[in-house]
């Protein structure tokens, strides 16, 4: 039974009791969500608009819907807005991490040094040329790749650093690349969460000798499914040219085949729904931008969480909104908030469960429990949160009212 009062929304639970589900949301969200079986507020949502439609329409229009005029253009674009010489866009953001690998000659008996606490597709592409990921802790603040550990990894198999921008955060990434320079690494910055962002003025996508971001839904900008290798250096991207289309050489046309290649091409289709998202990155930034102030001012004061804020000298292009439980508590309380967001229906997310302890490469590489403690520390506390362009103040209103009253009664 819904009950509506001056305090916000009540529902009457099986053993009696009200529970109060939207307190402090306005009337407007109240009825739709009276209108619904349940809540439901989704952890990310993509935003198109006619004009992203309009455009992929247009493609299917004509004769081009792959190896086609947007395809280019798409690049181009690229290269502008980030201020690079190159760009290649590929089918995902796993397959251009993986393009860097071959392009760099990266392969069985070498070594590239990353962080555990990501995606599984920073690591996996190096364990898909057949090298080994050296895992390093991260910073606890930034969460990224500890850059003063790197050193002590070093062996002579090592070949390249891969650093992430993890949550879209570029701090230390210019610290990474002193270091990589210094020993005449290649820097294979894995960018993919953090399109828009930069430090010190200086583009995400710009650190690394090749840098490659992805556009899955979730993303700041999507093409449904894609990504995009960028570099300043000609030989490398004709390379990776080559080896996204089967191999194929400037001079052989459809069947001559210069190198062992795949196809891992991105549609007209695909590009032609990137150059409206892309066309649209400042406006994309800045409802993200606000979407974090929201959560920022409505959970900031809670002492039992750790909310994210934007680090001195970065501009933050926000991918994801997640917030920790404060030192001291566990995984399972962690995954029993988890759990009551869910049944309350909003969904959440445990970015990022440490890499090194997936059982494949645990297993193929000893790593176990005990190994990178920041890392473990940090992921058995993430909580990410519902967090997408469009997502209201009444929506996240609702989102922080509810993990509040579940901390209250869980914790
Ligand atoms: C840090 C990071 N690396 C790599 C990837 C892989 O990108 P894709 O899903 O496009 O293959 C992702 C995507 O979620 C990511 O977040």
Redesign the pocket.
């Known amino acids: 039974m819904w009950a509506v009062t001056e305090n916000g929304f009540y529902l009457s639970a099986t053993n009696g009791k009200m529970l109060q589900i939207y307190g402090g949301a306005s009337l407007q969200v109240i009825e739709r969500m009276m209108n619904r079986d349940s809540i439901r507020i989704y952890l990310s949502r993509p935003d198109i608009t006619d004009r992203e439609i309009e455009a992929v329409c247009a493609v299917l229009q004509g004769p081009n819907l792959s190896l086609g005029p947007k395809v280019g253009k798409f690049e181009e674009t690229f290269t502008k807005y980030i201020g690079r010489k190159r760009a290649v866009a590929v089918n ?6 993986f393009l860097c690998m071959r392009a760099l000659g990266i392969g069985p008996g070498d070594e590239v040094i990353t962080t555990p606490f ?2 599984i ?2 690591a996996t592409p190096i364990m898909m040329a057949g090298a080994k990921p050296v895992f390093v802790d991260i910073d606890p603040v930034s969460l990224n790749i500890d850059h003063s550990q790197i050193e002590s990894k070093v062996t002579d198999r090592t070949k390249a650093i891969l650093p ?1 921008e ?1 949550f879209g955060n570029p701090a230390g990434i210019d610290r990474v690349c002193e270091m990589a320079n210094k020993h005449n690494f290649a820097v294979i910055e ?1 960018s ?2 953090g399109l828009g962002s930069s430090l010190n003025g200086k583009m995400v996508g710009t650190f690394g000798t090749m840098s ?1 971001f ?3 839904p ?2 700041q900008v999507t093409t449904g ?3 995009m290798i960028l570099t300043d250096d000609e030989a490398l991207a004709d390379i990776c040219v080559s080896l996204r289309n089967q191999g194929r050489s400037k001079e052989g046309g459809w069947l001559g085949h210069e190198r062992l290649g795949y196809n891992f091409r991105l549609s007209d289709i695909n590009c032609a729904l990137g150059i409206v998202q892309l066309s649209r990155i400042d406006e994309i930034k800045a409802h993200r931008r606000q979407v974090a102030r929201w959560y920022q001012e409505m959970l900031a004061d809670d002492e039992r969480l750790i909310v994210p804020f934007e680090p001195d000298g970065c501009e933050m292009s926000w ?1 994801v909104f997640v917030v920790r439980l404060a030192d001291g508590f566990t995984l399972e309380q962690r995954n029993r908030v988890l759990e009551a967001m869910v049944s309350r229906g909003i969904e959440v997310g445990n970015y990022f469960p440490p890499v090194h302890l997936q059982p494949f490469i645990a297993e193929q590489f000893g790593y176990g429990q005990g190994d990178f403690p920041i890392t473990a520390s940090v992921s058995q506390r993430t909580i990410a949160l519902p967090f997408y362009n469009k997502l209201s103040k009444d929506e996240i209103a609702i989102v922080c009212k509810n993990l509040k009253g579940i901390l209250d009664e869980l914790l």
């Open positions: 995902s953001g796993t397959s251009g991490l990501t995606f597709a920073s992430v993890v894995d993919c969460e490659v992805g556009f899955y979730n993303k499914e894609g990504g991918f």
